[in-house]
Every structure is written in structure tokens, then in C-alpha cells.
């Protein structure tokens, strides 16, 4: 995923070895980048995008036989991922939102897939400006870990599942899309391939946002989507504003849009058509899950089976997890690590040559 990319980029910058660890199922153009910009190893672990618990499997091996000689940087747990998107991604937001809104516009919602749980830490952010707005988290339908505490492989890469991040506030989510994966996957070649375009254009779409559309990749596509369930479950209006975040682009997918064309054949006219109708206009609220105090609590306790009985944390850490408090320090704790980034930037001296 991005935060894998940016590790090994900021180690491209610091001309230090990066080990580079994703699912064997993920896209072509994910390895050739890691190995385009001089990763040490990419390593692909069994399975794909749901099949996170592989992964941590590995980083448990190589930290037993490298010892000292690794670092780890385990996205899920480091809680400098959600501050980042809480303090950074939020506040872009807010401007954003503050550039857009007109005299009676609402800060309604803001929709993000969980992946690492980052990015949707950006809600909280928003929530904490503007306390009746919603946070809605984003998974594929068909591995519904937290809308069922279900498993299973997909198509929707660069989300994560079959647990729940130590770092994702779950007392703080209002609600859960489960997204079809075929879903992106049919928009995907709907925005990308020739006839598509075209046919977007007969719908009136201007050629300025078609121009744009390659802009969304899967998970990108997936928020969409869940982004327009959320609108509609809440019955909002032309007044309220719903957030989300295109992750990536198509630009990794492209060898997917290949593949597609391989198994269905050519993307023609009515394709378009069928998709656009199926896939974007018939976007309904099925599959969305309102939580509860009950529901949230239940899935703050689902982190006990990964990060207590595997990753060794302990019952009482994920207890303080539950307080409000606990994240009110985490979020309130960006001068601290600044400090730290000041601090580090002065010693490599890297800045001082630029």
C-alpha cells in the first residue's frame, strides 16, 4: 500500500536498505515501483489483499533472524499514521471545505476505507470541528470484517482487512460501507477504457472531470461508491458536503484494466451503458451498517484476537484504547513529534545541503 511506498521512498532518501513486504496477489505496477526506486528486497507473502495476518507472519520472521539489524514499520500500530491524517489530511479538509461552502452548506460526513486506519483518521479531525458530522469506514463486501466480523478475499487492494487496526478509533466510527468489489472493478474500465469515456460524455459529463476519472484507482472507486451510500442512507441534500480520498490512481491498475479485457473482451458501448446504469446510477443504501454503542464496542473488542493473542500487546493497553482520553493525547501530540522530526533532520544533515 502508500504507506509501504513512502517507507521505501524515504529510505531511497536516506540511502538506507529497504525490505519491502506485500501480498504476491497485489498488482504488477505495485513490485515494479517498489524495485524501480531501489527497494533492497520485495518480498510477496501467500495470498492477496485480505491476507494481512501473512504479512505480520513474515515481519515476525525476519525480526527473529535480523534481529537489531531491521527496523519495523507496522502501519497498523504506529500511531504516527493517524495523527498525520488527522492532523494534515483533516485540516486540508477543512480548507477545502471552508473554499466550497456556501451560506447554508453542512460539514455532513466523511467517508474513507479503513485500511491501516489512517487516512480515516482525518475524521476525527473533522468531527472534532464539526461535532455532527459522521465517520464512515470502507470495506469490501467481501471480506466484512467489521460489518459482520467476516472474512475472505477481494478485489479492492490497498485497504487491508481480516482485523481491526490498533490505531483506528472504533468508539469514533459511525457507521460501515461494505462495498461489492465489483463495484470498482466495473467503473474501473467505465472511466478508463475508450468507449466509457465516450459514453460518459453522451451522458453529459464534462470533459474536463472524464479527463480527471484516471485519477481514481479501486480503493479510490470504493470510496466513491461508499461515499454515495452514505449520502443516500442519511437522505442528505444539496446542502450537505460528504468527504472522501482518492488514494491512488489507475496508473498501478492498468495491468487489472488488462486483465479485464483478457476475461470479458473488448469494453464496447453497451457495456458502458449496463455499468454506468448498474454501477453508479443504481447505487443503493444495501450493505450499510448504522452502528451502535453495542456495535462499536464490539468491534474495539475484535482487536483482542490480533494484537493481544498474536501481536503482543496486553488486555490493559487495549482497555485504554476504549477511553476517549487516550486519543485526545494522541491527537493533541503533533508538537512532540515535530520535535523529534527537527531533531533527526538536524543530524542527518540533509537539510543543511539543500
Known sequence: GNYCRGGAFDCALLATDAVAILPEGMSKERFDWLR????????????????????YDKVRELKTTRGDNIVVFNQFEEFGNALWHYDMTGSAFEQVFNSIKGPRSRMAGYVSATGSAGTISAGEYLKKVYPYS????????????????????????????????WIH????????????????????????????????????????????????????????????????????????????????SADLYL??????????????????????????????????????YRDRKQLHNLKYFTWVEQQGKTAEELRELWEPEFWNQIWTAAPAFDRLIDQFNERTGLLAKL
Open 255 to 292: 495491468s487489472r484494466i488488462e486483465e479485464l479485457r483478457a476475461e470479458y473482451g473488448p469494453y464496447t458501448e453497451m457495456d458502458a451503458a449496463l455499468d454506468y446504469a448498474k454501477y453508479l446510477e443504481g447505487i443503493l443504501t444495501d450493505w450499510y451498517r448504522e452502528l451502535n
Open 134 to 165: 459522521h465517520i464512515t469506514a470502507v470495506e469490501a463486501l467481501q471480506c466484512p470484517t467489521l460489518y459482520a466480523n467476516g472474512f475472505g478475499a477481494h478485489r479492492i487492494e490497498g485497504i487491508g482487512d481480516k482485523h481491526v487496526p
Open 169 to 248: 478509533n472504533v468508539r469514533n466510527t459511525d457507521a460501515v460501507a461494505a462495498i461489492d468489489d465489483e463495484y470498482p472493478m466495473h467503473l474501473l474500465r467505465l472511466f478508463n477504457e475508450d468507449s466509457g469515456k465516450a459514453y460518459l460524455e453522451k451522458k453529459g459529463v464534462p470533459r474536463e472531470i472524464i479527463g480527471q476519472l484516471n485519477l481514481m484507482g479501486i480503493s479510490s472507486l470504493a470510496n466513491m461508491v461508499a461515499a454515495i451510500k452514505m449520502a443516500k442512507y442519511e437522505e442528505m441534500d444539496e446542502n450537505d458536503v460528504v468527504f472522501t480520498v482518492f488514494t491512488d
Open 36 to 55: 524501480e526506486i531501489g527497494t533492497k528486497e520485495v518480498i510477496g507473502t501467500p495470498g492477496t489483499e485480505s491476507n494481512v495476518k501473512e504479512i
